[in-house]
């Protein structure tokens, strides 16, 4: 099949090769040049795993193009998939002015039928409105559907969801679209939910709201487990071997970031209140999940006193391992609040240091682990990077002025830490 994937950031880029992988001929439109010269080169603007490799792969069997050509890429589509941001305005609501724009143009090219799909995660009602700018904005009278087609992959396992997804779901007001997006994900042999347009554009909103909302769940009951005495590695061992509950999203930790659940909370949140209704559960989700990430600075405080003038190594920048996404970091959070206390900081991540020099070069950027825990008086990990199982603490130990050590992501031997002299924060146990 024909398709052009409209937007090349994450989900698009993403999405495209994956469809490129499995045959169909892609074109990958963005209005970035730079970006789309630097993809044209094999180049990826982010890292994500095997993405390069794949991009190459389908770029040598002429499977995949890119392209600033808006023309050319929609006249010779059968599938036009939006794949564009929608970023939060000042007010925590999505902002969809980039889809409109978009929408517009497609309405002035279309040529014969296409099907538009939305994979942005747009709020309920988008897709009627996309479709109402289309129709508004058409040259040549042509038949088109809109359909919804929303995206649930993880960073940094972005290719393995794709090929692994557990469900696609399409929301649609016409068979004669079902049946072309349903031929295009005939290779991927997964289950298609097909449900209204509105019901599938809010599946996206409600599945990431709840899961963020099952991580601050379990964060609060790591928090009360210090206060009386529980373990919360036990606790939520003991809940995952109810099926019912599941076994995924039950690390207690510093809480989430990332590009995706703050902003759709928020967004959810605000277009509840926009018409009438108030989303007690996703509010406290937020609150519950601003105060998780800077309680590694507590921790320290307690056993330090003041942070002025202390040195604090922090291990791991990127709001989850395996990729180089700083977007609503708790590391950032973390560094705020330690520079207002007059901390120095020492840091050390393997993927997204020059992301966060561009933001504070104030803090000292070191090459490894090793580099960074030198003289430090406490050490905070805010990234479960799987190369923080494999340090030598004993060397650590005797590099760092005090051994303290904050785990905010609950991911080493906090046994073995103590057996050899750490004074070790975990959290909830
Ligand atoms: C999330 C969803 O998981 C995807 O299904 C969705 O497609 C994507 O948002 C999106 O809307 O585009 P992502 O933000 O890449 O994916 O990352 P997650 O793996 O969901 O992790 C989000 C945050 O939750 C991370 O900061 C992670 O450290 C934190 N987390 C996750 C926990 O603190 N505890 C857990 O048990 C799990």
Known sequence: MNICIIGVGYVGLVTGTCLADFGHNLICHDIDETKISSLKAGKVPFFEPELSNLIKKNLQSKTIEFTTDLKYSIQNSDLIMICIGTPSN???????????????????????YKVIAIKSTVPVGTNRKVEKIIRENLINPVDFDVVSNPEFLREGTAIYDMFNSHRIIIGSNSKRAE???KDMYLPFDKPIYITTRESAELIKYASNCFLATKI???????????????N?????????????????FLNAGIGFGGSCFPKDLKALLSFGKEIGYDF??????????????ILP??????ILGSLNNRTICLWGLSFKPYTDDIRESPALDI????????????????????????LYPQLKYEDDCYKSAESADGIIVATEHEEFKNIDFIKIK?????????????????????????????IGH
């Open 90 to 112: 000042q007010n925590g609501e999505a902002d969809i002015s980039q889809i409109e724009d978009v929408s517009k143009k497609i309405g002035s090219l279309i040529n014969d």
């Open 179 to 181: 049946k072309v997006i």
């Open 216 to 230: 601050s769940y379990i964060n609060e009951i790591a928090n009360f487990c210090e206060k009386v005495g529980a």
């Open 232 to 248: 919360i590695l036990e606790v939520a061992e003991g809940m995952r071997l109810d099926p019912r509950i599941g076994s995924m």
């Open 280 to 293: 007690k559960i996703i509010e406290k989700t937020l609150e519950v999940n601003e105060l998780q990430k």
């Open 297 to 302: 600075i507590h921790k320290l405080e307690s």
């Open 335 to 358: 560094i705020d609040t330690l520079l207002e206390k007059g901390a120095k900081i020492k840091t050390y991540d393997p993927l997204s240091m020059n992301n966060v020099k561009k």
């Open 398 to 426: 005797s590099l760092a002025h005090l051994p303290i050590i904050v785990d905010g992501r609950n991911m080493l031997d906090c046994l073995y830490l103590r057996s050899i002299g750490f004074e070790y924060f975990g």
